[in-house]
């Protein structure tokens, strides 16, 4: 196995497809009242496909009435099911930190014998798998092969594969957890809504989401994932609950990440009409950090020797934000890449032209005139020491970031 390079985009690339994306109001107070504050033109989602363009405008707006910051237009459906297909399409909520959650529960007494608990976004179950075993577990997902899995590993736990703005049961639930599931959703308010619907006096609504203010990080994606459709601050994630019948009893945030803990009980449906009057700081704060560290990825770019071809190691998002927020592939024809990734989803595909290897294809790679850049954050130490492992000697390794931090 050798490396090809090729130089970026090109390859032909489809006409623009209708129906990925869909305009919508704020999720919030649903009105018609967003102003664009930062955009990404024809973003492209993972490899290349020959058939379908699947590049679309992300967008992020925020909403003049209610100061909530969304991503506008959204994904369809059909549109989701495409673009992420290479990241899977669960939320895989509950599935990085199910014991310390378990334990959190416990101590705010949410998990007494005979108490029927649903898990909204529940993945394969794990967070559900450790609830006592004298409590009622359901558990709730978005994709039906995933559900079907779910099911045959763990026969003891009742899983339902359903929209969750459109989930019914057959009884009344004692407490509802979503662990970082509602900033994924089109309609938060009338998920929370049907949530409500599913409750009784004495349900408890525990909710995990990241948050705007706590979003500081030198991640090139900055606070705004791809991934998700609102970007809550703890004021607009306040107003969602209470226009859909909920009202707080407590607000923590998580240690040691971006992590914000809300638990509230059923109420009366209203609209909060006072104002946050630092909701536009927190935005701009959050516009301005992720500005400051495309700026610091960029000065690390820009020690790439300009001369020999690129190795890139990673083929996800992050390298389509590096070729919107910096120059590494600009020069058009003058430079040749490959990519190196370890999915085997990607593996044999092409990314804006670009073929994607397996890593096993940098054993024949002449490093005197090749350099290789990670393009990843979390990853990133782990890729330098697999690169290295596999003979890539360290002077020829770029790494964009001084530190990674957890957020």
Known sequence: MTLTFRPVDSVPVPAASDGLVAPRPCPVCNQQAGEPVT????????????KTRKRVLVQISVCRACDTTYTDPRYTADGFALLFAEAGQSYGS?????????GWLTERGLLPDGAAVLDVGCYMGRFLSLLPKTTERLGVDIDPLLIDKARAESPDIHFIAADFEKLTLDRRVDLITMFHVLEHVGEPVAVLRQLRA???DGTRL??????????????????????????????????????AGWKLLEMQDCDGYNGTRFIAAPDSERAVTTRDAQARTILVDALSWMAESATQVERRVATVPQEGDLVVWGAGLHTELLY??????????NRRFALIDSDKLKQGK?????????????ADVDWTRTTLVISS???Q???????????????RIVKLYAQIQAY
């Open 206 to 243: 525990v909710v995990e989401i990241p948050i705007l203010e706590n979003g500081r990080t030198n991640d090139l994606h900055g606070v705004f994932s791809m991934q998700h459709l609102t970007h809550f601050s703890r004021d607009s994630a306040l107003r969602c609950f209470a226009r």
């Open 350 to 362: 092409t990314w804006r032209g670009i073929p994607i290897h397996a890593a096993e294809a940098l």
């Open 324 to 333: 919107h927020r910096t120059s590494l592939f600009a020069g058009g024809t």
């Open 39 to 50: 955009a990404l033109h024809d973003f492209q989602f993972f490899s290349d496909d020959a």
């Open 94 to 102: 509950s599935e990085g930190r199910p014991h310390e959650q378990v």
């Open 381 to 395: 130490e782990s890729i330098a020491e697999a690169a290295r492992a596999r003979g890539v000697p360290g002077e």
């Open 198 to 200: 599913l409750s009784h």
């Open 377 to 379: 954050y979390g990853g």
